[in-house]
């Protein structure tokens, strides 16, 4: 029965991590199956958007017969409710959990599994949590609605300073000051990514999450100007009727302050990725395996360029396997005809544990690229360590024409906004699209 269950367990783990599920991600240590770590990534429109926000998962010897425990982990020391279904004290409140009454029908069965565990808690970061509280689904007088809009307004805040902003700080070590200390004076052992000193943090999530931080840095900033027309710097959270002093989210809003992080943040990941090509052009880190292993790849994949009939191609920066530059040229017959752009690949010394971070030196208005050039693609999650994928994938989201709508792609709000909107939007936006692959010739 013991087998059975493990087997289970990890099949479902497997599913989720191959999946295109860009909301979910779990993982676990090879010694402990039965201990899993999740993420689950606030959805859009609603005011954990694009929050990260952590769970523990404890999976009992009678799984599936019997549920698996759920703890939130993402509550400020315990001191933050982000949801009337998410304590403080991180006690997830589902009726297939076994933590809340359901009606018939709704509690555990076999027939459940990890993934609809973490949908069905993904379900309660709703646009309005307000009514996931018993007795208040139906609110709505006045005030009620004053209420609502208050709670929204301040799990707002929370996801960003918490979920979002805390977080990242912590991966980057930014201390009081704002500054981070050098990835150069404290380098990120692979061990950071499985480790058994109990006393090491285990942080499977933390190139994950600063990798959706640099996707979603536009989005981020998009809400806060927002939020600053609903309140003041200053103004108290206001205290809803459910919440008791031990299990609350109290505190004042400061978007200033978030502002001002945030961008220290995209500041301290910007110098992070620099970090890794000066590592990367040291002689023992060169030399290394990681170091070879990225040079016998450029030079297969810029074989393989010129065997082919693309005109795109490869070149390192002064010899550098840690940084690659992709010349991509514009496919005929598309709004990208006629478009010339240089991309930046930096790795890591620690790749693939750390995957690539892409940038697009060449501007180019498009609802996959971020402003700042970085792109939203998907590299496939079995082939981490081979760079073609990922240039293929770089590729196929730059020339993919008619994508299903998915709002966890919004790296470019402006952009995304107008793809996905009228027809009149597209127009526009297919020509801001071909404005700019024109002005790419005219930049060289």
Known sequence: MADQSIIRITKEIGDIQKSSDLSLAVAFRDRDVRSVKALIIGPHETPYEFGFFEFAVKFNKEYPRKSPSVTGTTTNGGRCRFNPNIYANGKVCLSILGTWRGERGEEWSAAQGLESILLSIQSLMSSNPYENEPGFEDANEPSDKKLQKDYVAKIRHETLRISVIQKLEEYLGITGNGRAAPTAERPIDADDFEVDDASVPWEPFKDLCKRRFLWYYDSYLESIRKAREEVKDGQQFARMPFEGASNSM???????????????????????????????????????????????????????????????????????????????????????????????????????????????????????????????????????????????????????????????????????????????????????????????????
């Open 250 to 444: 109290d505190g004042k809003f400061n978007y200033s302050d978030l502002e001002r992080r945030l961008r220290q943040i995209k500041t301290a990941l910007d110098d992070e990725t620099s970090s890794w090509a000066s590592e990367g052009a040291t002689p023992g880190v060169k030399d290394g395996t990681v170091g070879i292993n990225l040079a016998r790849q450029f030079e297969q994949i810029k074989e393989s360029f010129k065997r082919s009939d693309v005109p795109h191609s490869v070149e390192l920066e002064n010899g550098n396997p840690f940084v690659w530059f992709l010349t991509y040229f514009g496919r005929p017959m598309t709004n990208l005809d006629g478009g010339l752009f240089r991309i930046k690949l930096n790795f890591s010394p620690r790749f693939p544990e750390e995957q690539p971070r892409v940038k697009f030196e060449t501007r180019v208005f498009h609802h996959r690229i971020a402003a700042d050039g970085t792109p939203c693609y998907f590299p496939n999650p079995n082939r981490r360590e081979d760079v073609k994928q990922h240039i293929e994938a770089i590729i196929e989201s730059l020339e993919e024409e008619s994508p299903p709508y998915d709002p966890r792609t919004l790296v470019q709000p402006e952009a995304h906004k107008l793809f996905w909107g009228s027809a009149d939007d597209r127009k526009m936006y297919n020509r801001r699209l071909r404005r700019s692959v024109q002005q790419s010739m005219e930049d060289l």
